[in-house]
């Protein structure tokens, strides 16, 4: 497991912002070889990688590249920065964090002392209007030498492992799901398949929809990460799901009512190989699927997500045994949607 966690670490460490997916793209692209790879015009990754069956389905896997940031709106006469969110993002898990530019220019967010606030004000979390970013600058005129409207930032945090098999750090949304295609991808497939590295999940699925048309699958797989709730204060069904319980299986989410066939095939297959697997117990979250399974004709799609805690902060973390049985149950089931 030590290769897995430092493999994803390395890819988690890389910004990339909904829209701003460079250094995310360049790193895959120069850590698989295929058959056929190609960019689209959003920065969708597209690969066709030949394997040792031709199946009766077209196959796609897909997983974002993308992660949540913050993107600059305006500049201060002081040299403070204004920002709004890319992507969901709550904003108590903003305040007081670090925050990295792409040029390599640090922040802090900060807002007014618990000293200054008045009774009201203390009793919520400021919202992004009231928040600002510090990057040391003390007027325009040098904050804007250093950074400009419309760029963006992301949370610049430790990365760790710790525990028994836990892992946390920034952007394991999506990244857990790229690295598990990119080990696809460079291994030895039993059937043809295509792989989408998507952009743009984080804002509405956009890479996704531009790519599953291009494409035109049959079969989607889409491997993501999931929020758990197994924490103080959750219990029953608000757990939503669990680390350490294996690979999600979704039914159902706020954007997609996944292929039954496929879901159960999914959960049957894992059973017969003692992959460990799980399903949600709470209808929530959304991903690429509710842009891939409407796309042309329509797509036979089902979701395989590594559960997570924290999304969409600074600190998720996960387990590395739940990211290798996702990866063990996506190769099982190209198998079977291949010749369905």
């Known amino acids: ?27 895959i692209l120069s850590h698989i070889s295929a058959d056929e790879v190609t960019t689209d015009n959003l920065g969708n990754i597209l690969v066709f990688r030949k394997g040792r069956k031709t199946p009766k389905n077209r196959v796609m896997f897909a997983a974002h590249m993308d992660e949540v940031g913050v993107m600059v709106t305006d500049i201060t006469e002081e040299g403070f920065l204004r920002f709004g969110a890319v992507g969901g993002i709550d904003p108590r898990v903003v305040l007081g964090r670090g925050l990295r530019f792409r040029n390599g220019t640090p922040g802090v967010v900060g807002t007014k002392a618990v000293h200054q606030q008045s009774a009201e004000e203390r009793k919520k979390a400021p919202d992004f209007p009231e928040m600002l970013i510090d990057i040391g600058a003390s007027s325009r005129e040098e904050a804007e030498s250093r ?105 159902m989410d706020r954007a997609t009512i996944y292929d039954r066939e496929l879901y159960q095939l999914a959960r049957n297959k894992a059973d017969e190989l003692g992959i460990p697997n799980q ?55 190209l198998g079977v949607f291949a010749e369905l």
């Open 147 to 251: 950074v400009s409207r419309g760029d963006c930032a992301v949370f610049d945090s430790d990365a760790f492992c710790f525990g028994d098999g836990f892992v946390k750090s920034k952007a394991i949304d999506d990244r857990a799901g790229c690295l598990i295609m990119m080990d696809m991808i460079n291994g030895d497939p039993e059937y043809d398949a295509w792989y989408a590295f998507t952009v743009q999940e984080e804002i509405g699925t956009r890479g996704a929809k531009a790519a599953s048309f291009t494409i035109a699958p049959d079969i989607a797989v889409v491997l993501e990460t999931t929020t758990a709730c197994d924490i103080l204060g959750c219990s029953g069904e608000k757990r939503v799901c669990e680390l350490g319980k294996g690979c999600v299986v979704s039914f």
């Open 1 to 27: 497991m030590a290769d897995l966690a430092e493999r994803l670490l390395e890819i988690c460490a890389l910004d990339g912002t909904s829209g701003d997916e460079g250094a995310v793209r360049d790193f």
């Open 279 to 333: 399903t949600k117990t709470l209808i929530a979250g959304g991903n690429d699927s509710g842009a891939i399974h409407v796309s042309r004709g329509g797509v036979r799609t089902c979701a395989l997500s590594v559960p997570t805690r924290y999304l969409h902060s600074p600190s998720c973390v996960a387990k590395l045994s739940d990211i290798e049985a996702t990866a063990k149950l996506a190769e099982a089931v």
